[in-house]
Protein backbone atom coordinates (compact mmCIF):
# COMPACT_ATOMS: atom_id res chain seq x y z
CA UNK A 1 0.00 0.00 0.00
CA UNK A 2 1.40 3.40 -1.01
CA UNK A 3 2.18 5.68 1.89
CA UNK A 4 0.65 8.95 1.07
CA UNK A 5 -0.04 11.69 3.94
CA UNK A 6 -2.63 14.20 3.72
CA UNK A 7 -1.15 17.63 3.26
CA UNK A 8 -3.34 19.63 5.23
CA UNK A 9 -3.71 17.23 8.48
CA UNK A 10 -0.80 14.53 7.90
CA UNK A 11 -3.48 11.72 8.26
CA UNK A 12 -2.61 8.52 6.46
CA UNK A 13 -4.14 7.38 3.16
CA UNK A 14 -5.58 4.33 1.43
CA UNK A 15 -4.98 3.48 -1.80
CA UNK A 16 -8.79 4.20 -2.63
CA UNK A 17 -8.15 7.79 -1.25
CA UNK A 18 -5.13 8.22 -3.24
CA UNK A 19 -6.91 7.19 -6.34
CA UNK A 20 -9.79 9.43 -5.85
CA UNK A 21 -7.49 12.26 -5.16
CA UNK A 22 -5.97 11.72 -8.72
CA UNK A 23 -9.41 11.00 -10.59
CA UNK A 24 -10.87 14.29 -8.94
CA UNK A 25 -7.46 16.27 -9.13
CA UNK A 26 -5.92 14.88 -12.00
CA UNK A 27 -3.41 12.20 -12.42
CA UNK A 28 0.04 14.09 -11.90
CA UNK A 29 -0.55 15.32 -8.50
CA UNK A 30 1.89 15.13 -6.08
CA UNK A 31 -0.29 16.41 -3.13
CA UNK A 32 -3.74 14.94 -1.86
CA UNK A 33 -6.16 14.94 0.48
CA UNK A 34 -7.95 13.05 3.05
CA UNK A 35 -11.98 12.14 2.78
CA UNK A 36 -12.60 14.82 5.09
CA UNK A 37 -10.24 17.53 3.86
CA UNK A 38 -10.58 16.18 0.53
CA UNK A 39 -15.06 16.84 0.63
CA UNK A 40 -13.78 20.16 1.96
CA UNK A 41 -11.86 21.48 -0.27
CA UNK A 42 -14.49 20.43 -3.03
CA UNK A 43 -17.19 21.47 -1.36
CA UNK A 44 -18.65 18.36 -1.35
CA UNK A 45 -19.73 15.56 0.89
CA UNK A 46 -17.90 12.68 2.64
CA UNK A 47 -21.04 10.33 1.09
CA UNK A 48 -20.56 12.19 -1.45
CA UNK A 49 -17.10 10.98 -2.57
CA UNK A 50 -17.73 7.48 -1.06
CA UNK A 51 -20.03 7.19 -3.55
CA UNK A 52 -17.69 7.99 -6.25
CA UNK A 53 -15.32 5.82 -4.90
CA UNK A 54 -17.76 2.81 -5.46
CA UNK A 55 -18.69 3.95 -8.73
CA UNK A 56 -15.48 4.50 -9.72
CA UNK A 57 -14.62 0.68 -8.52
CA UNK A 58 -17.93 -1.01 -10.61
CA UNK A 59 -16.69 0.93 -13.77
CA UNK A 60 -13.61 -0.77 -13.56
CA UNK A 61 -11.26 1.89 -13.09
CA UNK A 62 -7.86 1.06 -12.83
CA UNK A 63 -6.68 3.84 -11.17
CA UNK A 64 -8.82 1.86 -7.97
CA UNK A 65 -7.25 -1.68 -8.84
CA UNK B 1 -26.13 19.57 -3.78
CA UNK B 2 -28.52 22.22 -4.81
CA UNK B 3 -31.32 22.15 -7.95
CA UNK B 4 -28.93 19.79 -11.11
CA UNK B 5 -28.17 22.02 -14.24
CA UNK B 6 -28.32 19.26 -16.87
CA UNK B 7 -26.17 19.81 -19.97
CA UNK B 8 -25.29 16.55 -21.31
CA UNK B 9 -28.38 16.62 -24.02
CA UNK B 10 -26.08 15.32 -26.84
CA UNK B 11 -25.83 12.01 -24.68
CA UNK B 12 -29.67 12.09 -24.12
CA UNK B 13 -32.47 14.53 -23.27
CA UNK B 14 -35.46 15.17 -21.16
CA UNK B 15 -38.62 13.07 -22.80
CA UNK B 16 -41.30 15.74 -23.43
CA UNK B 17 -44.50 15.84 -21.58
CA UNK B 18 -46.89 15.85 -24.70
CA UNK B 19 -44.99 12.42 -25.79
CA UNK B 20 -45.23 10.52 -22.59
CA UNK B 21 -49.17 11.79 -22.12
CA UNK B 22 -49.31 10.23 -25.95
CA UNK B 23 -47.44 6.99 -24.81
CA UNK B 24 -49.67 6.02 -21.76
CA UNK B 25 -52.45 4.77 -23.68
CA UNK B 26 -50.48 1.99 -25.22
CA UNK B 27 -48.25 0.94 -22.17
CA UNK B 28 -51.57 0.74 -20.05
CA UNK B 29 -55.46 -0.41 -21.61
CA UNK B 30 -54.54 -0.55 -25.62
CA UNK B 31 -51.66 -2.97 -25.24
CA UNK B 32 -52.89 -5.08 -28.00
CA UNK B 33 -49.91 -6.52 -30.75
CA UNK B 34 -50.33 -4.06 -33.95
CA UNK B 35 -49.72 -7.23 -35.62
CA UNK B 36 -52.74 -8.89 -35.15
CA UNK B 37 -55.77 -8.76 -37.45
CA UNK B 38 -58.73 -8.69 -34.59
CA UNK B 39 -60.06 -5.67 -34.11
CA UNK B 40 -57.89 -4.54 -30.37
CA UNK B 41 -55.35 -4.34 -32.63
CA UNK B 42 -56.50 -1.68 -34.72
CA UNK B 43 -55.99 1.65 -32.41
CA UNK B 44 -52.08 0.08 -31.94
CA UNK B 45 -52.15 -0.57 -35.76
CA UNK B 46 -53.52 2.95 -36.32
CA UNK B 47 -51.21 4.95 -34.20
CA UNK B 48 -47.85 3.41 -35.70
CA UNK B 49 -48.83 4.37 -39.69
CA UNK B 50 -49.74 7.61 -37.92
CA UNK B 51 -46.52 8.20 -36.01
CA UNK B 52 -45.04 6.75 -39.40
CA UNK B 53 -46.69 9.59 -41.54
CA UNK B 54 -45.65 12.20 -39.46
CA UNK B 55 -41.81 11.63 -39.17
CA UNK B 56 -42.01 11.03 -42.79
CA UNK B 57 -43.33 14.56 -42.91
CA UNK B 58 -40.70 15.77 -40.55
CA UNK B 59 -37.94 15.26 -43.00
CA UNK B 60 -39.65 15.07 -46.50
CA UNK B 61 -39.66 11.28 -46.88
CA UNK B 62 -42.50 9.22 -47.78
CA UNK B 63 -44.12 6.94 -45.40
CA UNK B 64 -43.19 3.71 -46.64
CA UNK B 65 -39.33 4.86 -46.45
CA UNK B 66 -39.65 5.21 -42.69
CA UNK B 67 -38.57 1.47 -40.92
CA UNK B 68 -38.77 1.80 -36.88
CA UNK B 69 -35.59 0.28 -34.93
CA UNK B 70 -34.68 0.43 -31.32
CA UNK B 71 -32.53 3.45 -31.80
CA UNK B 72 -29.54 5.03 -33.55
CA UNK B 73 -27.17 2.00 -32.62
CA UNK B 74 -29.39 -0.39 -34.87
CA UNK B 75 -30.01 1.90 -37.38
CA UNK B 76 -26.74 2.73 -38.27
CA UNK B 77 -25.80 -1.47 -37.81
CA UNK B 78 -28.97 -2.29 -40.11
CA UNK B 79 -27.91 0.36 -42.67
CA UNK B 80 -23.69 -0.25 -43.16
CA UNK B 81 -24.03 -4.08 -42.62
CA UNK B 82 -27.74 -4.43 -44.08
CA UNK B 83 -25.83 -2.85 -47.43
CA UNK B 84 -22.50 -4.08 -47.38
CA UNK B 85 -23.77 -7.33 -47.43
CA UNK B 86 -26.63 -6.97 -49.73
CA UNK B 87 -23.76 -5.56 -52.76
CA UNK B 88 -21.23 -7.71 -51.80
CA UNK B 89 -21.28 -8.69 -55.86
CA UNK B 90 -20.37 -4.78 -56.33
CA UNK B 91 -17.88 -4.09 -54.36
CA UNK B 92 -16.54 -4.76 -50.32
CA UNK B 93 -15.54 -1.11 -50.40
CA UNK B 94 -16.85 1.20 -47.71
CA UNK B 95 -16.08 4.59 -47.18
CA UNK B 96 -16.53 6.15 -43.60
CA UNK B 97 -14.44 9.18 -41.72
CA UNK B 98 -12.95 9.05 -38.76
CA UNK B 99 -15.06 11.14 -36.47
CA UNK B 100 -18.18 8.87 -36.64
CA UNK B 101 -19.85 7.32 -33.26
CA UNK B 102 -18.65 4.14 -32.67
CA UNK B 103 -21.98 2.31 -33.72
CA UNK B 104 -20.69 3.15 -37.48
CA UNK B 105 -16.59 2.75 -36.82
CA UNK B 106 -17.87 -0.89 -34.92
CA UNK B 107 -20.25 -1.58 -37.78
CA UNK B 108 -17.09 -0.90 -40.41
CA UNK B 109 -14.64 -3.09 -38.00
CA UNK B 110 -16.90 -6.15 -38.72
CA UNK B 111 -16.81 -5.76 -41.84
CA UNK B 112 -13.02 -5.45 -42.17
CA UNK B 113 -13.06 -8.84 -40.12
CA UNK B 114 -14.82 -10.40 -43.18
CA UNK B 115 -13.11 -9.26 -45.46
CA UNK B 116 -14.25 -5.77 -46.49
CA UNK B 117 -11.70 -3.31 -47.05
CA UNK B 118 -12.47 0.31 -44.80
CA UNK B 119 -11.46 3.86 -45.95
CA UNK B 120 -11.54 6.05 -43.17
CA UNK B 121 -11.63 9.78 -44.53
CA UNK B 122 -9.67 12.17 -42.54
CA UNK B 123 -11.28 15.97 -41.35
CA UNK B 124 -10.50 19.55 -41.05
CA UNK B 125 -9.47 20.73 -38.01
CA UNK B 126 -12.95 21.72 -37.60
CA UNK B 127 -14.20 18.49 -38.49
CA UNK B 128 -14.78 18.70 -41.89
CA UNK B 129 -14.65 15.77 -44.41
CA UNK B 130 -12.88 16.84 -47.64
CA UNK B 131 -15.12 16.57 -50.85
CA UNK B 132 -11.89 16.16 -52.70
CA UNK B 133 -10.79 12.95 -50.45
CA UNK B 134 -13.94 11.24 -51.28
CA UNK B 135 -13.53 12.23 -54.72
CA UNK B 136 -10.38 10.02 -55.08
CA UNK B 137 -11.04 7.24 -52.98
CA UNK B 138 -14.63 6.60 -54.28
CA UNK B 139 -13.97 4.18 -56.85
CA UNK B 140 -15.82 1.01 -58.74
CA UNK B 141 -15.35 -1.20 -55.56
CA UNK B 142 -17.25 0.90 -53.42
CA UNK B 143 -20.59 -0.28 -52.12
CA UNK B 144 -21.38 2.55 -49.54
CA UNK B 145 -19.91 6.05 -48.38
CA UNK B 146 -21.22 6.55 -44.55
CA UNK B 147 -20.62 10.25 -43.30
CA UNK B 148 -22.76 11.61 -40.12
CA UNK B 149 -24.47 14.49 -40.15
CA UNK B 150 -23.06 16.09 -37.45
CA UNK B 151 -21.13 15.36 -34.84
CA UNK B 152 -22.14 14.30 -31.80
CA UNK B 153 -18.72 15.17 -29.61
CA UNK B 154 -17.96 19.08 -31.65
CA UNK B 155 -20.96 19.81 -33.28
CA UNK B 156 -19.86 20.32 -36.55
CA UNK B 157 -22.53 19.80 -39.36
CA UNK B 158 -20.66 18.04 -42.25
CA UNK B 159 -21.90 19.36 -46.09
CA UNK B 160 -23.83 16.13 -46.92
CA UNK B 161 -25.35 17.87 -50.14
CA UNK B 162 -22.05 18.49 -51.56
CA UNK B 163 -20.57 14.79 -50.13
CA UNK B 164 -24.28 12.98 -51.61
CA UNK B 165 -23.79 13.94 -54.70
CA UNK B 166 -20.04 12.64 -55.81
CA UNK B 167 -21.53 9.30 -54.19
CA UNK B 168 -24.61 9.66 -56.07
CA UNK B 169 -22.46 10.83 -59.17
CA UNK B 170 -21.03 7.37 -58.91
CA UNK B 171 -23.89 5.25 -57.84
CA UNK B 172 -22.68 4.96 -54.97
CA UNK B 173 -25.46 4.37 -51.66
CA UNK B 174 -25.20 7.64 -49.66
CA UNK B 175 -26.14 6.70 -45.67
CA UNK B 176 -25.79 9.21 -42.87
CA UNK B 177 -25.63 9.09 -39.36
CA UNK B 178 -28.53 11.97 -38.46
CA UNK B 179 -28.69 10.91 -34.34
CA UNK B 180 -27.24 14.31 -33.60
CA UNK B 181 -29.20 16.50 -35.98
CA UNK B 182 -32.92 15.32 -36.50
CA UNK B 183 -35.62 17.16 -34.45
CA UNK B 184 -32.57 20.12 -33.82
CA UNK B 185 -31.50 21.38 -37.69
CA UNK B 186 -33.48 21.29 -40.78
CA UNK B 187 -33.06 18.28 -42.68
CA UNK B 188 -34.68 17.04 -46.34
CA UNK B 189 -33.98 13.50 -47.50
CA UNK B 190 -34.09 15.12 -50.87
CA UNK B 191 -32.05 18.39 -50.51
CA UNK B 192 -29.61 15.94 -48.43
CA UNK B 193 -29.26 13.09 -51.31
CA UNK B 194 -28.88 10.62 -48.64
CA UNK B 195 -30.31 7.00 -49.24
CA UNK B 196 -30.08 5.96 -46.00
CA UNK B 197 -30.54 7.95 -42.46
CA UNK B 198 -30.62 6.92 -39.38
CA UNK B 199 -32.20 8.61 -36.14
CA UNK B 200 -33.02 7.58 -32.36
CA UNK B 201 -36.02 8.90 -30.39
CA UNK B 202 -33.80 10.41 -26.98
CA UNK B 203 -31.92 12.35 -28.75
CA UNK B 204 -35.04 14.89 -29.14
CA UNK B 205 -36.80 14.36 -26.47
CA UNK B 206 -38.61 10.91 -27.25
CA UNK B 207 -38.23 8.06 -25.39
CA UNK B 208 -35.34 5.30 -24.82
CA UNK B 209 -35.09 2.48 -26.92
CA UNK B 210 -36.96 3.41 -30.23
CA UNK B 211 -35.58 5.35 -33.59
CA UNK B 212 -36.15 5.07 -37.28
CA UNK B 213 -34.04 4.20 -40.44
CA UNK B 214 -35.14 5.97 -43.37
CA UNK B 215 -34.40 4.03 -46.69
CA UNK B 216 -34.94 5.47 -49.70
CA UNK B 217 -37.23 4.15 -52.06
CA UNK B 218 -35.99 1.22 -54.55
CA UNK B 219 -32.92 0.69 -52.19
CA UNK B 220 -32.15 -2.57 -51.69
CA UNK B 221 -30.10 -4.18 -48.07
CA UNK B 222 -30.59 -7.39 -45.80
CA UNK B 223 -33.27 -7.35 -43.88
CA UNK B 224 -32.56 -6.70 -40.02
CA UNK B 225 -34.41 -9.62 -38.10
CA UNK B 226 -36.02 -12.58 -39.58
CA UNK B 227 -39.81 -13.25 -37.90
CA UNK B 228 -42.91 -11.62 -38.72
CA UNK B 229 -43.53 -9.27 -41.21
CA UNK B 230 -43.72 -5.86 -39.38
CA UNK B 231 -41.97 -3.34 -40.82
CA UNK B 232 -42.76 -3.81 -44.48
CA UNK B 233 -41.21 -7.63 -43.89
CA UNK B 234 -37.62 -5.94 -43.30
CA UNK B 235 -37.05 -5.39 -39.93
CA UNK B 236 -39.37 -8.25 -37.92
CA UNK B 237 -40.36 -7.91 -34.09
CA UNK B 238 -43.08 -6.71 -32.36
CA UNK B 239 -43.15 -3.34 -32.63
CA UNK B 240 -42.60 -0.94 -29.70
CA UNK B 241 -45.58 0.92 -30.06
CA UNK B 242 -45.87 3.22 -27.18
CA UNK B 243 -42.11 4.26 -28.24
CA UNK B 244 -42.90 4.66 -31.64
CA UNK B 245 -45.51 7.10 -30.81
CA UNK B 246 -43.92 9.25 -28.20
CA UNK B 247 -41.11 9.36 -30.90
CA UNK B 248 -43.42 11.21 -33.84
CA UNK B 249 -44.80 13.56 -30.95
CA UNK B 250 -41.55 14.61 -29.81
CA UNK B 251 -40.24 14.69 -33.25
CA UNK B 252 -42.73 17.23 -34.71
CA UNK B 253 -42.98 19.40 -31.09
CA UNK B 254 -39.14 20.07 -32.20
CA UNK B 255 -39.18 20.43 -35.88
CA UNK B 256 -42.58 22.85 -35.05
CA UNK B 257 -40.11 25.16 -33.06
CA UNK B 258 -36.80 24.34 -34.75
CA UNK B 259 -35.68 27.25 -35.65
CA UNK B 260 -37.11 29.07 -32.18
CA UNK B 261 -35.02 27.05 -30.42
CA UNK B 262 -32.06 27.44 -32.36
CA UNK B 263 -31.94 31.27 -31.83
CA UNK B 264 -33.20 30.34 -28.33
CA UNK B 265 -29.62 27.78 -27.64
CA UNK B 266 -27.10 30.50 -30.08
CA UNK B 267 -27.87 33.36 -27.39
CA UNK B 268 -27.53 30.75 -24.41
CA UNK B 269 -23.71 29.67 -25.89
CA UNK B 270 -22.95 33.19 -26.62
CA UNK B 271 -23.60 34.11 -23.16
CA UNK B 272 -21.63 31.08 -21.91
CA UNK B 273 -18.55 32.13 -24.04
CA UNK B 274 -18.98 35.66 -22.87
CA UNK B 275 -18.53 34.53 -19.49
CA UNK B 276 -15.86 31.57 -19.93
CA UNK B 277 -13.81 34.91 -21.95
CA UNK B 278 -14.16 37.06 -19.66
CA UNK B 279 -12.82 34.61 -16.95
CA UNK B 280 -9.22 34.35 -18.52
CA UNK B 281 -9.04 31.08 -18.89
CA UNK B 282 -6.83 29.59 -21.94
CA UNK B 283 -9.34 27.35 -24.30
CA UNK B 284 -9.72 26.41 -27.55
CA UNK B 285 -13.19 25.80 -29.11
CA UNK B 286 -13.58 22.88 -30.95
CA UNK B 287 -15.88 22.24 -33.95
CA UNK B 288 -17.17 24.96 -36.43
CA UNK B 289 -17.81 27.75 -35.18
CA UNK B 290 -20.34 28.11 -37.88
CA UNK B 291 -21.98 25.10 -39.24
CA UNK B 292 -22.57 23.22 -35.79
CA UNK B 293 -25.46 21.89 -33.72
CA UNK B 294 -27.31 24.36 -31.89
CA UNK B 295 -26.00 24.11 -27.80
CA UNK B 296 -23.17 22.29 -28.14
CA UNK B 297 -20.14 23.20 -26.82
CA UNK B 298 -16.94 21.63 -27.01
CA UNK B 299 -13.70 23.61 -25.18
CA UNK B 300 -10.43 22.07 -24.99
CA UNK B 301 -8.78 23.73 -21.38
CA UNK B 302 -5.28 23.91 -21.55
CA UNK B 303 -3.28 21.82 -18.98
CA UNK B 304 -6.63 20.34 -17.47
CA UNK B 305 -7.81 17.03 -16.96
CA UNK B 306 -11.38 16.57 -18.49
CA UNK B 307 -12.82 14.02 -16.69
CA UNK B 308 -10.99 15.40 -13.48
CA UNK B 309 -13.69 18.70 -14.30
CA UNK B 310 -16.52 16.55 -15.46
CA UNK B 311 -16.71 14.59 -11.99
CA UNK B 312 -16.15 18.28 -10.33
CA UNK B 313 -18.86 19.91 -12.35
CA UNK B 314 -20.93 16.87 -11.21
CA UNK B 315 -19.78 17.28 -7.46
CA UNK B 316 -21.62 20.84 -8.14
CA UNK B 317 -24.50 19.34 -9.62
CA UNK B 318 -23.63 20.22 -13.34
CA UNK B 319 -24.17 17.79 -15.84
CA UNK B 320 -21.00 17.10 -18.69
CA UNK B 321 -19.30 15.67 -20.62
CA UNK B 322 -16.04 14.75 -21.35
CA UNK B 323 -13.23 14.41 -24.24
CA UNK B 324 -10.90 12.45 -22.46
CA UNK B 325 -11.81 9.29 -20.52
CA UNK B 326 -9.92 6.56 -18.14
CA UNK B 327 -8.52 3.89 -20.03
CA UNK B 328 -6.34 1.66 -18.59
CA UNK B 329 -5.46 4.31 -15.66
CA UNK B 330 -4.41 6.76 -17.87
CA UNK B 331 -6.56 9.55 -19.44
CA UNK B 332 -7.32 8.39 -23.27
CA UNK B 333 -8.40 11.19 -25.81
CA UNK B 334 -11.40 10.91 -27.85
CA UNK B 335 -11.28 9.80 -31.63
CA UNK B 336 -12.95 12.44 -32.87
CA UNK B 337 -10.64 15.12 -30.43
CA UNK B 338 -7.27 13.27 -31.55
CA UNK B 339 -8.89 13.45 -35.40
CA UNK B 340 -8.86 17.33 -35.27
CA UNK B 341 -5.90 17.41 -34.44
CA UNK B 342 -6.30 19.42 -30.69
CA UNK B 343 -2.20 19.74 -29.17
CA UNK B 344 -2.39 17.18 -26.89
CA UNK B 345 -1.78 19.78 -24.09
CA UNK B 346 -5.52 21.14 -24.73
CA UNK B 347 -6.98 17.66 -25.61
CA UNK B 348 -6.82 15.87 -21.96
CA UNK B 349 -8.41 18.97 -20.62
CA UNK B 350 -11.65 18.37 -23.23
CA UNK B 351 -15.56 18.64 -22.13
CA UNK B 352 -18.57 18.69 -23.78
CA UNK B 353 -21.42 20.78 -22.81
CA UNK B 354 -24.59 20.27 -25.08
CA UNK B 355 -27.34 22.79 -23.87
CA UNK B 356 -30.99 22.33 -24.33
CA UNK B 357 -33.71 24.19 -24.93
CA UNK B 358 -34.58 23.44 -21.27
CA UNK B 359 -31.32 25.19 -20.23
CA UNK B 360 -31.81 28.84 -18.79
CA UNK B 361 -29.65 31.85 -19.03
CA UNK B 362 -28.85 31.11 -15.36
CA UNK B 363 -28.10 27.67 -16.22
CA UNK B 364 -25.28 28.69 -18.50
CA UNK B 365 -23.76 31.55 -16.51
CA UNK B 366 -23.42 28.93 -13.37
CA UNK B 367 -21.96 26.55 -15.89
CA UNK B 368 -18.87 29.23 -17.01
CA UNK B 369 -18.86 30.18 -13.11
CA UNK B 370 -18.61 26.78 -12.07
CA UNK B 371 -15.56 26.00 -14.30
CA UNK B 372 -13.80 29.02 -13.96
CA UNK B 373 -13.88 28.49 -10.16
CA UNK B 374 -12.55 24.80 -10.56
CA UNK B 375 -9.80 25.74 -12.26
CA UNK B 376 -8.61 28.81 -10.78
CA UNK B 377 -8.87 26.92 -7.03
CA UNK B 378 -6.74 24.37 -9.16
CA UNK B 379 -5.34 20.78 -7.14
CA UNK B 380 -3.70 22.34 -4.81
Known amino acids: MLKAKCYHCDSLLSKDLIALNRKLLGRSIKKYLCLDCLADFLGATTDDLL ?7 EQGCDLFK | MGTLI ?3 NAATTQLDKDALEAMLPFLNQEFGNASNQYSFARFPRKAIEEARLIISNCINARPDEIFFTSGGTESDNWAIKGIALKTQNKGKQIITSSIEHHAVLHSCSFLEEIGYKVAYLPVSNQGHASIDNLREVIGTNTSLVSLMLANNEIGTIQNIEELSKIANDRRVLFH ?3 VQAVGHIPIDVNTLGVDLLSASAHKFNGPKGVGFLYLRKGTDLLNWSSGGKQEFGRRSGTENVAG ?4 AVALKKNVDNLRANEIYLQRLSSLFFEKLTGSGIDFLVNGDNYRRLPGNINISIRNQD ?3 LM ?5 KGIIVSTGSACSSGKLDIS ?4 SIGVPREYALGTIRISIGKDNSIPDVLAIADAITSIILRGSM
Open chain 2, 306 to 308: GEA
Open chain 2, 335 to 338: HVIK
Open chain 2, 6 to 8: YAD
Open chain 2, 311 to 315: HRLDL
Open chain 2, 176 to 178: SDA
Open chain 2, 244 to 247: IVGM
Open chain 1, 51 to 57: IKITEFK
